[in-house]
């Protein structure tokens, strides 16, 4: 479990705000499986969860993904920001919060907020600036970022700008944000993000374009008492986190405790947010997490290959738990992993049909013969559920959900076995001897359903709703197929 140095109960995660010039695919639907996992399972711990995701709405990419649509920037984003508030139902999320950047009551007041602090701090410049800029990043480019005159992100040419902008002194923090890391008071997991963050900060930081030319972006945050100017995306979209928690006092008191994004914003997260803060005299986040990508049949995901995976689509055909499960399982928690509906299949049928889905419905189906179970637990029984608890608890401090995973279906397959070993179906057992074999068997598929609850948590829901009585005595109904096979042929 996490640390929390502020010695309260409070449990701040936020995942990155969707950037909305497109909409959402199984990659960003992971991102918010992670998060609700994670908060999901620290309100059973007891803490006091505020979960919160969004969209971000600005930006050149989406002024011109409008115009290709006919519709105006705010018609366009309106659109698709419903798009990703629906994955809260979907997938079954639990968020308390989705910001929009285009809030004006909410979200722009703090980004002005936060620019005025930059200013003050003497942290804001103005000074005319040509570069290279990947309207794809929404960032400039430099350096190794650049092969052949494209971007080595997106691989498309990129734009020369010529123009006056205001500049962050993102350049004067490299040091602080360095000693931040290192003293792990800014953790990044996982290691291998970490070390990459400071390689990039031995190189030194330079100072960050924070704003656009009107005449070249209008679809933007105004900057204050500048009416030639619109805010840098960047420097709008991050301000988020403290936005949509209530506002700079809010965050002081407490500032998020997990960021979860992806690998190619981690730069934007890992630097200039650090930046910004300490530029504001405003704490760090004190977690950030990073994830890889999800590809597509061993391709990265793009609407020309035609392999976006619609996660609506995705649990239309094969039911919200089964999809939580295989982002979970399937995807190494901070690694690239892949899809394809043949591996999807494989996993349901082996570890949800076969495994959870056959587990519970043997118990359930022997335990549901007995009008009440009672017994003691064994003690190898109880060693087992001990050990499983604290490895998922290690697992999920670590942000290794697939791990975590890994160990409930060890104690799944420990059941089986218990099962198997035991036979409470043989006639020659006495009442007592298979009532308590069948007491502990109730009892691991009960601890199953509750570790899995922050995972599975309509599939828990049904297991537990199945399991009546205290500690000592249990009644238990006969759970109906949970994970009906998917037969090759269909």
Same mark, same amino acid.
């Given at each position: 479990?996490?640390? !929390?140095?502020? *010695?309260?109960?409070?449990?701040? $995660?936020?995942?990155?705000?969707? =950037? ?20 999901? =399972? ?19 990419? /989406? ?26 139902? $979907?997938?079954?999320?639990?968020? #308390? ?23 003050? %701090? ?9 570069? =290279? ?24 040419? +990129? ?21 931040? /890391? ?34 070249? +972006? ?31 006092? %809010? ?5 998020? #405790? ?5 690998? #190619? ?6 630097? $200039?947010?650090? *930046? ?21 049949? *061993?391709? @990265?995901?793009? @609407? ?7 996660? =609506? ?7 919200? #738990? ?26 349901? !049928? ?71 070993? !035991? ?13 308590? /074999? ?38 238990? @109904?006969?759970?109906?197929? +949970?994970?009906?096979? $998917?037969?090759?042929?269909?």
């Amino acid at each position: 479990m996490f640390k !929390n140095i502020f *010695g309260s109960k409070k449990f701040y $995660i936020t995942t990155s705000i969707a =950037y909305v010039n497109s909409e959402p695919h199984i990659g960003y639907a992971l991102e918010s499986i992670q998060a609700d996992v994670l908060a999901r =399972y620290y309100r059973q711990k007891g803490l006091d969860v505020f979960f919160q995701t969004g969209t971000d709405e600005h930006g050149s990419k /989406i002024q011109r993904a409008a115009e290709v649509n006919h519709k105006t920037s705010q018609e366009f984003v309106d659109e698709l920001a419903e798009k990703f508030k629906g994955l809260k139902e $979907i997938l079954n999320l639990s968020w #308390d919060n989705f910001i929009r950047t285009t809030d004006q009551k909410k979200h722009w007041p703090v980004v002005w907020e936060i620019w005025d602090k930059l200013l003050k %701090a003497g942290d804001l410049y103005k000074k005319k600036y040509d570069g =290279y800029y990947c309207v794809g990043c929404e960032s400039f480019k430099t350096g190794k970022d650049i092969v052949d005159g494209k971007c080595v992100i997106h691989k498309k040419e +990129l734009e020369f700008i010529e123009e006056e902008n205001w500049f962050f002194r993102l350049s004067k923090y490299t040091k602080q944000i360095e000693s931040k /890391i290192i003293k792990n008071e800014l953790r990044i997991v996982p290691e291998s993000k970490r070390n990459e963050v400071l390689s990039l900060l031995k190189g030194g930081l330079e100072d960050v374009s924070f704003s656009r030319s009107k005449r070249s +972006l209008q679809w933007g945050i105004p900057v204050l008492n500048d009416d030639t100017q619109v805010m840098y995306v960047w420097a709008d979209a991050l301000t988020n986190y403290i936005s949509g928690y209530g506002g700079v006092d %809010a965050w002081k008191k407490h500032p998020a #405790d997990v960021h979860m994004i992806g690998k #190619d914003i981690s730069r934007f997260h890992t630097a $200039i947010w650090p *930046g910004m803060l300490i530029s504001c005299k405003l704490p760090l986040p004190k977690n950030i997490f990073i994830h890889g990508f999800v590809t597509s049949n *061993g391709e @990265k995901m793009s @609407k020309s290959l035609n392999n976006v995976i619609d996660p =609506y689509e995705l649990t239309r055909r094969y039911g919200i #738990d089964p999809v939580r499960y295989y982002l979970l399982r399937e995807i190494p928690s901070s690694e690239d992993g892949d899809f394809s509906y043949e591996k999807f299949e494989e996993r349901y !049928n082996g570890d949800l049909a076969n495994g959870l889905g056959n587990f519970a419905a043997r118990v359930s189906t022997l335990a549901s013969r007995e009008v009440k179970i009672s017994g003691k637990i064994s003690k190898e029984v109880k060693e087992k559920i001990g050990e499983v608890k604290k490895t998922v608890e290690q697992k999920m401090g670590e942000f290794k959900f697939n791990e975590a995973l890994a160990a409930i279906w060890d104690l799944i397959q420990f059941g089986d076995r218990y099962v198997n070993e !035991n036979k409470p179906w043989e006639k020659s057992l006495d009442m007592g001897s298979r009532n308590n /074999i069948m007491f502990n068997l109730v009892l691991i598929l009960k601890e199953v359903s509750i570790l899995l609850s922050a995972y599975l948590p309509k599939t828990s829901e049904v297991i537990l709703g199945s399991i009546q009585g205290g500690a000592e005595v249990f009644e238990v @109904k006969k759970i109906q197929n +949970l994970f009906p096979r $998917i037969e090759k042929n269909k």
